[in-house]
């Protein structure tokens, strides 16, 4: 039997082999990865890998996942630790003992209320695979937060929960970023 090497053109040789060279150079490696190495990951792009392990671990869907939704797991951890941090300041404010401390955690709870239908909106976007309305959504939340604390108060519970759901929302907002 003759070298079938021989028997190939040159020009398809070097076609096939440049393609399959940028195949493997631009596919993420990502979109084979799942449970723990997926989540390692891609909390390692994150500005808070611990954290970002930590709430995607939480979740026993995360360790069989996919990137996209692995990604649509921490909107979700979000949106719920935006409503656990709503319900705190809702009882801040309800045992505020004077004015100007009831005033401010009113702003925040107020900023956190409007940011609750906005979230959500964001993981009804995520099911549309618009990526990037989703991320304005985690963004607005991440913008709360900041706002929140602009206000200069420091209450030792509020400055906890506005800076865990901060870590998360701004995780969340990077690992949303690689799905676009």
Same mark, same amino acid.
């Given at each position: ?6 028997? @190939? ?21 990502d979109a084979e990865e799942t449970g723990k190495a997926l989540i390692e990951s891609t909390c390692k792009k ?11 671990? *939480?979740?026993?869907? *995360?360790? $069989? ?7 649509? @797991?921490?909107?979700?951890? *979000? ?5 656990? $941090? ?11 003992? %004077?004015?100007?401390?009831?005033? &401010? ?21 995520? %099911?549309?695979?618009? &990526?990037?309305? *989703? ?13 929140? %604390? ?31």
């Amino acid at each position: 039997m003759p070298n079938q090497i021989s028997n @190939i053109s040159p020009k398809i040789l070097i076609i096939t082999l440049i393609s399959i060279g940028f195949n493997n150079y631009f596919l993420p490696t990502d979109a084979e990865e799942t449970g723990k190495a997926l989540i390692e990951s891609t909390c390692k792009k994150t500005q808070y890998p611990e954290e970002c392990i930590s709430a995607l671990e *939480s979740d026993p869907g *995360s360790f $069989t996942a996919n990137l996209t939704g692995l990604t649509r @797991i921490a909107v979700e951890k *979000s949106a719920t630790k935006l409503v656990e $941090t709503l319900h705190i300041v809702e009882t801040l404010v309800l045992n505020a003992t %004077d004015y100007l401390t009831w005033g &401010f955690l009113v702003n925040c709870r107020d900023t956190y209320n409007i940011s609750v239908p906005q979230i959500q909106r964001g993981l009804q976007a995520f %099911d549309r695979l618009k &990526f990037d309305k *989703s991320y304005e959504s985690v963004e607005a939340v991440n913008n709360a937060v900041i706002g929140c %604390d602009r206000q200069g108060w420091t209450l030792p519970i509020l400055t906890q929960v506005n800076r865990a759901l901060f870590r998360l929302t701004k995780d969340t907002m990077m690992i949303l970023h690689l799905l676009f």
